[in-house]
C-alpha cells in the first residue's frame, strides 16, 4: 500500500476520533476579553494534553499577557514533527479562539455541546477555525501512525486572539519571537468556498474611514440661516460612488474585481426632525486593490472632500479607523504549486488562485516576507448561528494537508 493509501485509509476511518476531538474543543469556550470571555487557556491546556496523549510530542508555549484574561495569558502553541529536510518548514496555522454564540433562541442546539447529524457537526466553533484545526491535527496523525517521515519540518500553529485583531496571536509571535524563516511557506485553513477549488493568495488594502462634516445648525423651517451638514455629507456620498468608478481599475482574480468605495455606519445626527443639522459623521469602508493602493484612493476622497467644503462651505474632517496591506504570495511559490497538486489529487479539480476583500491572518505574515495562502473547503458558516462543518469536507482537509506534509507523488 502507497503512502498515499495509507493516509486515506487512516484519516476516513477515524471519523469517530475527529467528533470526539470536535466535541472537545466545542465544549471550551475560548473567547477574547474583549467580547466577553476569559481567553484561549483552558482550551489550549486541553488541547495540549490531547495531543500529547496521541504521542504527538512535546507542545511549545508562546505567551502573550494580558491581564484580562484566565491565567493573564493569551497563549499561542506549536507542535513540530520533523522532517526529512530542514532548510525550510511548512506551517499550517489554525486559532483556538472562537466568536460569542449570540442570539441563543437562534441557536437549534446548545452552541458548546456538539450535535452529529447526517455527516455534519453543529456547534460554535466547529468550522472557524476548528475545521482547519482538526484537521492538521489528523493530517499530522496519519502520518505518525503510519511511520511516515514528512518532506520538510512541518509545524502546526494554534494561535490566540485571531477574532479580534491578532495582538496577542500572530502579530505577538511575529514581534517577539523569530520563529519563521523567509524560506517557510504557511497554509492559514481558515476560508475557502465549498467547492475546495479556491487558493487565496492576495487581499485587497483596506482604509476604513470616518467622516465628519461641519456646517451650522438652525430651525428647519428657517434652512437659509443655518448649513445643513447632512446635505453636504450625501452629496460627499454621490460624489464618492461616482469616483469609485472612475478609479477604473480591474483584477479578475478579486470578487468583485475592482476597488469599492463602501459608505456604510451613520451616527445620528440631530434628535428632533425640526432641526437642520450642523454636524454630520458617516463611515466609509474601502476595499481597494492592492496594485492601486489605499494612499492613491485616499488622494482622491481628499480632492473631492475639498470640492464638496467649497461647494457647501462646510468643513470636512476625516479620521484614518483603519488602514491595513500586504503584498500578494506569488503565483509560482512553492506552497501554491503543492496545494493545487494535493487538490488535484484529492478532490479531482483544477484549482485556482483568488484575492478576497476582507483581512486574515495571512497578511501579517505576507507582510514580513513569508508566502501564505489561505484555503480550506467550507460552506461559510462562521459567526452564524447554528454554525456547521461538514465530516466529508474536513476529512478532505486532512488529506490535503497530509499529501502537503508527505510530499506524496
Known sequence: MSDRE?????????????????????????????SGGTGELAKA???????????????????????????????????????KKHDKTFWIMS?????????????????????????????????????????????????????????YDVKLLFVADEETGSDFGIKFLLEKHNLFKKEDFVLVPDAGDKSGAQIEIAEKNILWLKITTLGKQCHASRPDLGINAFAASAQLICALKKFEKAVGDYNPIFDPPRTTITPTKKEANVPNINTMPGEDVFYL??????????????????KIIKKIEKKHKVEIKYEIVQEASSPATSKKALIVGLMKKAIKDVYGKKSKVVGIGGGTVAAHLRNSGIDAVVWSRIDQTAHMPNEYCKLEHLEGDAIVMAYLMAGCE
Open 6 to 34: 495509507k493516509i486515506k485509509q487512516y484519516i476516513t476511518s477515524a471519523r469517530k476520533d475527529i467528533i470526539e476531538f470536535q466535541k472537545l474543543l466545542t465544549s471550551i469556550p475560548a473567547i477574547s476579553p474583549s
Open 45 to 83: 491546556k486541553a488541547l495540549e494534553k490531547w495531543l500529547i496523549s496521541k504521542g504527538l510530542g512535546e507542545v511549545k508555549w508562546y505567551n502573550a499577557e494580558d491581564s484580562r484574561a484566565e491565567g493573564s495569558i493569551r497563549p499561542n502553541l506549536v507542535l513540530e514533527i520533523p522532517g
Open 95 to 151: 486559532h483556538i479562539d472562537v466568536v460569542p454564540p449570540g442570539e441563543l433562541s437562534l441557536w437549534n442546539s446548545d452552541p458548546y455541546a456538539l450535535k452529529e447529524e447526517n455527516g455534519t457537526i453543529f456547534g460554535r466553533g466547529v468550522e472557524d477555525n476548528q475545521q482547519g484545526l482538526t484537521a492538521s491535527v489528523f493530517a499530522a496523525l496519519s502520518l505518525a501512525e503510519n511511520n511516515i517521515v514528512p518532506e
Open 285 to 302: 469602508d474601502c476595499r481597494v486593490l492592492p496594485e492601486t493602493g489605499a494612499r492613491k484612493v485616499l488622494s482622491g476622497i481628499k
